[in-house]
């Protein structure tokens, strides 16, 4: 046990003041941690195991038994239900006895959740000799080609009392396949011909603390190549059968300074050729179907192109109409500025209403073979995503979550930076009041136990402000071990483990 880790369990600021245990956990450390003696007891029995000592892989297995049983009694008695936490396992994970290490220090703090990312940057958490994705096995060690690291730790936390979700990418597919020659009409284009990877747009959080993700590449949700592609990778997780599966990046990328707010057609990332045929496939006549293609090709439309397209269509009596649109009384005999004015507002907000739709349709499809399986989905989103901004504009990454189904978990990114945990709660609020009745909403938290980071409080002052304001709480992630765990996870990442 290093002593990072024990003094972060065993701490006065969490453990001996207890001021945020509740009354019900007699016999339980806060938030369900283990004791040091637990802590200690099993990492001796761990160690030895793994030098193949018999007697104590018998009460090594025994002591996860025991602690796994522990949490889960803990848990019951909890006003927090669930306490998940956000991995990434690397190759050098399945070197003997590391999994087993990460797994157990995510047990001595309290958690009975984790949630692994199976599909990011790129690249799948599936072996080499059954990966039948598009994509590249993240365990790619020469001998390690059967090395089924994301059924491993399904199998190895629930040994521990932990439900394993799989935590996946969604529109977010990836540099390696953005740049395949073959892939290229699957990414997303704005109306200046930019994509994710030339555009000014800011990265979302990678997992290490402070650190941006460079690899973001967003598809056309509209592209049948990509949603066949993303179907099939997670068919192929869910036959690992985890205990759900969680979708992120359900939304475009977020442009920077003034891009982070679109306000013209051409900001949107509806370009894409299977983006715009799907939007003119949307028009219920001609005269709209020529006035959807003149505003994306000019980025408006003029009083002489209303005039154009009655003169192009004179057999057409209606409107220029597409789905949604109900045209008002008389609309033809308006005038001809009047008209201009009411149609340029309406292929605005249809656009968007396009762009949006492209989202929740792909979150619908990626969802579908979990569903086929009969494993829980998840939506991971921004609680800001789909504002308004400015009057006219939207946020940019155009994130619908209002619009997700309350079927589907809901786990909205509550990393609001005031300083204090009002925003955090505030931003929880706001989903809350918008989710269908029913809906399972589990906030995710972003920091580390008992410091501040980031212009955020501790974990458990956030926690603790939640359960006051929102008691119907009962789910809440925290993100990610990498933050809690620095140097456990840069000795992952480069075989530095020690035994």
């Not at 990011?120 to 390690?144: F, M």
């Not at 597919?173 to 009409?185: C, I, L, M, N, T």
């Not at 579908?368 to 989103?381: E, H, I, N, R, Y």
């Not at 800001?384 to 901004?389: H, K, P, V």
Request: aromatic share 10%.
């Amino acid at each position: 046990m290093t002593s990072c880790l024990m003094s972060a369990i065993v701490a006065t600021g969490l453990i001996a003041q207890g001021q945020w245990a509740s009354p019900a956990q007699a016999g339980y450390l806060p938030y369900c941690q283990q004791t040091a003696e637990g802590i200690a007891k099993k990492e001796t029995a761990r160690r030895a195991a793994l030098k193949g000592d018999k007697d104590a892989q018998k009460r090594y297995k025994s002591i996860l038994a025991d602690q796994a049983d522990q949490l889960r009694k803990c848990r019951t008695q909890n006003w927090l239900k669930n306490q998940a936490l956000w991995i990434r396992l690397y190759p050098c994970d399945i070197q003997p006895g590391v999994l087993e290490e990460v797994l157990d220090r995510i047990v001595d703090r309290g958690y009975n959740q984790i949630y692994v990312e199976s599909f990011y940057n790129g690249q799948v958490l599936l072996p080499v000799a059954d990966n039948p994705t598009s994509w590249a096995s993240v365990v790619r060690t020469p001998g390690s080609e059967k090395v089924d690291l994301l059924a491993e730790v399904i199998r190895k936390g629930r040994e521990r009392g932990l439900g394993v979700y799989s935590w996946m990418f969604s529109m977010n597919f990836g540099y390696p396949y953005a740049v395949r020659p073959d892939k290229q009409s699957t990414i997303a284009k704005n109306g200046t011909g930019l994509t994710s990877l030339n555009a000014n747009t800011i990265a979302g959080l990678s997992t290490d603390l402070g650190l941006y993700n460079p690899n973001e590449a967003f598809i056309d949700p509209y592209s049948l190549q990509a949603k066949q592609d993303y179907y099939q990778m997670v068919q192929a997780i869910a036959q690992r059968r985890p205990d759900g599966m969680l979708f992120d990046y359900i939304r475009y990328p977020r442009g920077r300074g003034s891009a982070s707010v679109a306000s013209r057609v051409q900001d949107l990332w509806i370009y894409g050729d299977s983006s715009q045929q799907a939007i003119l496939q949307r028009a219920l006549n001609n005269k709209g179907r020529e006035l959807i293609k003149r505003y994306l090709t000019r980025g408006s439309i003029s009083p002489g192109d209303v005039a154009a397209v009655d003169q192009l269509f004179p057999n057409e009596s209606d409107p220029p109409l597409w789905q949604g649109r109900t045209p008002v009384p008389n609309e033809n005999q308006a005038s001809l500025s009047q008209r201009h004015a009411l149609l340029s507002t309406e292929l605005w907000r249809f656009s968007v209403a396009h762009a949006m739709q492209g989202v929740v349709d792909f979150l619908n499809l990626a969802n579908a073979p979990a569903q086929k399986a009969g494993l829980p989905g998840g939506a991971v989103f921004f609680p800001e995503g789909n504002q308004t901004a400015g009057g006219r504009g939207f946020d940019s990454r155009l994130q619908p979550w209002d619009r997700f189904p309350g079927s589907l978990q809901w786990h909205p990114m509550s990393y609001g930076v005031c300083g204090n945990a009002n925003c955090i709660v505030s931003q929880i609020q706001r989903v809350l009041s918008q989710a269908p009745a029913g809906t399972q909403v589990k906030p995710v938290l972003a920091g580390i136990w008992q410091q501040s980071v980031s212009n955020r409080p501790p974990l458990e002052v956030q926690m603790e402000a939640i359960r006051q304001a929102v008691p119907q709480i009962k789910s809440i992630s925290h993100f990610a071990y990498s933050w809690q765990e620095p140097q456990s996870d840069r000795d992952r990442k480069s075989c530095l483990m020690r035994k």
